[in-house]
Each structure stands twice: as C-alpha cells, then as structure tokens.
C-alpha cells in the first residue's frame, strides 16, 4: 500500500521535476551558446499556452496517438516507481514510442512520414541497447524487478560501467539529443520541421510535451537504478549523467540515420556483450 | 477549467512562438528576423522560439511585399495557426508594399490578403524593432482576451496623439493653435 502510494505522488511530481529540468536543460544550452536563457518555468507555460490553443486536428488517430504515447509514459513511469518489472516497463515504453509512429504515418505531410521513418529507426537503435542493459541488470541482481535491484549491497555501476555507457546512448536517442535527432529536433526551423510532431498542434502537442517529461523522468530513474545505495551518490551520478548529455547535445550536430544504426548498434550492443558476458564469467 | 484560464492565459503571454513567412523580401528584413535568435538580441529570453511549424506558431512575421502568387500561400499559413494568432508585418514592404508598390505583379502590403496586428516599419526593421513588434503583439493579444486596453497606434515608430514630444512638452495630438501659445 505505502509502495502504491508513494508511486502515485511520484506519478504527480514527475512532470513537475521533468518540466523544471527541460527548463534547466534550455536554460544550460543557452549559457553554452552565451545567450541568457529563458525563465526555469518556461516549458510549463508553453504547454499551458498550447494547452489554451484552438482545437486543429488534421486526422482523429493523431489525438488517440498523443493520448496513448502519454498514458505509456506515465504508466512505464508508474511501473518504476511501484518497483515493478523491468521488461513490463520496456514493452509500455514500446506502445508508446509505436503509436508515436502511428500517429504520424496518419497524415499525409511529409515531414510527419519522414519523421515517422525515423523513428522507427530510432526504436531499432535503443531498444536492442536497452533490452540488454535490462538483461545485464537481470545477471548482476538475480530479478527484473527494480524493488529486488534495491535490496543489493553494492551499486550496479561497479559492477557494469559499460552497460551504464550503452545506457547513455540509448537516453539521448530516446530523449532526442543530438547527434541522434533525427525523428524530431528540439529545434523546429530545420529541415524536418518537427518531424513525427509536425502534424500536432495545440492540445495534443501540448500532451506530447509532458509525455516527454515523463521520458526525462523514466530514463533518468533508470540511469538511478545504477546507484542505488546512497541518495547522494545517486544524485551526483543522475546530474553527472544529465550535463554530459546536454553538452553532448551542444557540441555535435544532427547526424544520418545509418550513422545512428552504426554507433548506437555498433558501441551499444558491443558495450553491453561485453559487460554481460564479464558478468557471466564473474 | 475555469481556474486553469487564469494560467492559460500568463503562458500566452509568456511563450509567444513565432513562424517566419518571407513573402517576397529581398532578404534584408529576413536576415534581421534571424538576428533576433543570435545571443546578441537572444529572443528566447522572453521565450520566443523560432518553430518553423504554423500549426505550432502564435505569431506570424511575414516581410516582403505580396503578390498574386504568393498571396494563396500566406493565407494558407495564416489559416493553419490555431487561435489565438498575431500577424507582425515587418519591413517597409510588408507594411505597405514599399517601392514595389506600383508594381503590375504586387498587391502591396500584408493587410490585403490578411488582418495585421502590428506594423514594424524600417528598410531593413532593426531587430529591436522586430523584438518590440513581438512584444506589441502580445499587448494586441492581450485585449482580444479581455485583458487590457488595445494599444492605440499599432504602427512602431509612431507616436500616439496624446503622447507629450519632449520637444515642444505638448501631446503630438496639439493643434496649430495651441502650439503657437506656447511659442509666444
């Protein structure tokens, strides 16, 4: 009961963490790029503001799509915090990021089908990484369950640093970093416009964007399963682990799919063998 | 919903996004419109972000001077943005069509084909006045709402009547006959 609760106020304050860090995060990009920044609040009144917009849909499966993919955030998000099963977890992450595709391919605007191309590749990039990184959390611990995972003596990290690297890149593809932009960028005013979000607007893009917190949320509570002994140590890793990628994102530019295919897999998958099968030897 | 609006309506004011449509420029304004975005006039502080999308846009900026085939085009991406919507015309051109006014080919300015909110004149508009024009299209914004009172001269550069000129301490709006009191 006290677990169901105390899920439930995390499910609330998710989107409030996860709206003042996307603020953060602009707000760090702009002092990268020595600009000023917007206010830390900034993201919750853009999606106030959108959330205010006039209704303009261009096909009805765009709203089901937006309401699906925030449902299988929350909800993967739910599952973490509840301490539930890591690979449930993976396959709510998935019906999200599917109907994302779904939502897209909908529409007949180009910029939403190459979008949606994209992200199909996207998913084939992180999802073999992450079920890995799953697998390896599941050698060194004895359970997909996080609340088994938080009743081990000694961090994960120690144990699988390589699979906290595969980790890293299956985050910045998930949460749309750059180099791996390239379903839909943070910045509209290029050539994919927004790609796979192109076509919503108003209210339903407004549900994407805390659909996003909730992603910021989940991968970095994933990213925190690797140190759970101290709350302090696993701050310090989740903040060490956020800047690096928000100067990652700064200093490199979007990269080709094939590219992603070939690092993300090449790096990802090598990476976590390798760590898997130590942990195996072990 | 209703205790919501209160907040709906500080993040309209708070996030304008803006789309840049150039109609026909001669690129001179456009480049001004992207130096707003650079660190030295950074619009993002006041959380303009330049989206690229009028499905995602709540301000429009339109320079250059419409013509018969450009005009479908704006009053397609005009339609696209959902409500509530500003158009900034920016440049001479935009505003009235500029010395390409008496062209066969130019209608003239932005306001024949769509309603404009601000005007921002200039050959180039400075970036300032670009930024001001966002700002003034969030007070136009602002009335439509209910909130505040419509600014009387939506033209930048442009003195209300009942300004005071620092020059003469009289409201720009004085007569002939009340400027000659003062001087004598």
């Known amino acids: 009961m006290t677990t169901l609760i105390l899920a439930l106020?995390?499910?609330?304050?998710?989107?409030?963490?996860?709206?003042?860090?996307?603020?953060?995060?602009?707000?760090?990009?702009a002092r990268l790029q020595s600009r000023m920044g917007p206010p830390l609040a900034q993201p919750f009144y853009d999606v106030l503001k959108l959330w205010g917009k006039a209704s303009n849909v261009s096909h009805p499966w765009l709203v089901f799509s937006a309401y699906m993919y925030l449902v299988s955030?929350?909800?993967?998000?739910?599952?973490?915090?509840?301490?539930?099963?890591?690979?449930?977890?993976?396959?709510?992450?998935?019906?999200?990021?599917?109907?994302?595709?779904?939502?897209?391919?909908?529409?007949?605007?180009?910029?939403?089908?190459?979008?949606?191309?994209?992200?199909?590749?996207?998913?084939?990039?992180?999802?073999?990484?992450?079920?890995?990184?799953?697998?390896?959390?599941?050698?060194?611990?004895?359970?997909?369950?996080?609340?088994?995972?938080?009743?081990?003596?000694s961090p994960l990290l120690c144990s699988m640093p390589l699979l906290y690297i595969a980790l890293g890149y299956a985050f910045t593809i998930k949460l749309r970093k750059s180099p791996f932009d390239i379903a839909a960028s943070h910045h509209g005013h290029q050539e994919l416009v927004k790609g796979v979000q192109t076509e919503y607007s108003g209210r339903e893009l407004?549900?994407?964007e805390v659909a996003h917190w909730f992603d910021v949320v989940l991968m970095l509570g994933l990213c925190a399963?690797?140190?759970?002994?101290?709350?302090?140590g696993m701050a310090v890793l989740l903040i060490v682990t956020y800047i690096v990628e928000v100067l990652v994102d700064n200093i490199s530019a979007r990269m080709t799919w094939q590219w992603m295919l070939k690092n993300a897999l090449g790096f990802g998958l090598t990476l976590s063998l390798a760590n898997i099968l130590w942990l195996y030897v072990k | 919903?209703?205790?919501?609006?209160?907040?709906?309506?500080?993040?309209?004011?708070?996030?304008?996004?803006?789309?840049?449509?150039?109609c026909g420029s001669c690129n001179g304004c456009d480049i001004e419109v992207l130096a707003c975005l650079t660190p030295v006039f950074d619009i993002e502080r006041f959380g303009i972000i330049n989206v690229g999308n009028p499905k995602h846009a709540d301000v429009l900026l339109v320079t250059g001077t419409?013509?018969?085939?450009?005009?479908e085009v704006l009053k397609n991406i005009y339609d696209q943005m959902p409500d509530p919507k500003a158009v900034i015309a920016i440049g001479a051109c935009a505003c009235s069509g500029g010395v390409f006014r008496d062209c066969y080919n130019v209608l003239g300015g932005v306001d024949k084909v769509i309603p404009v909110d601000v005007y921002a004149p200039g050959c180039a508009c400075r970036p300032e006045s670009i930024i001001d024009g966002v700002v003034m299209a969030l007070d136009v914004v602002k009335a439509k709402l209910g909130l505040g009172p419509m600014p009387k001269v939506r033209i930048l550069g442009v003195q209300t009547s009942d300004e005071v000129d620092p020059a003469t301490g009289l409201p720009f709006g004085a007569t002939q006959e009340e400027k000659s009191e003062v001087a004598s």
């Open chain 1, 225 to 232: 399963i690797f140190w759970h002994t101290n709350v302090i």
């Open chain 1, 206 to 208: 407004a549900m994407l």
């Open chain 1, 9 to 29: 106020v995390g499910l609330v304050l998710a989107p409030v963490v996860g709206g003042y860090i996307a603020g953060l995060d602009r707000r760090l990009t």
């Open chain 2, 66 to 71: 419409v013509n018969h085939r450009n005009a």
């Open chain 2, 1 to 22: 919903m209703k205790f919501l609006e209160k907040y709906i309506n500080a993040g309209r004011l708070k996030s304008p996004w803006v789309v840049h449509f150039d």
């Open chain 1, 73 to 153: 955030s929350a909800l993967s998000v739910f599952i973490l915090f509840t301490g539930g099963d890591l690979l449930l977890l993976f396959f709510v992450l998935t019906v999200g990021a599917v109907f994302q595709v779904v939502g897209a391919l909908a529409v007949n605007s180009p910029y939403s089908q190459v979008g949606a191309q994209r992200e199909l590749l996207q998913m084939l990039a992180y999802e073999p990484v992450l079920i890995l990184v799953f697998m390896g959390i599941f050698l060194g611990s004895g359970s997909f369950a996080v609340a088994d995972i938080f009743k081990l003596e």
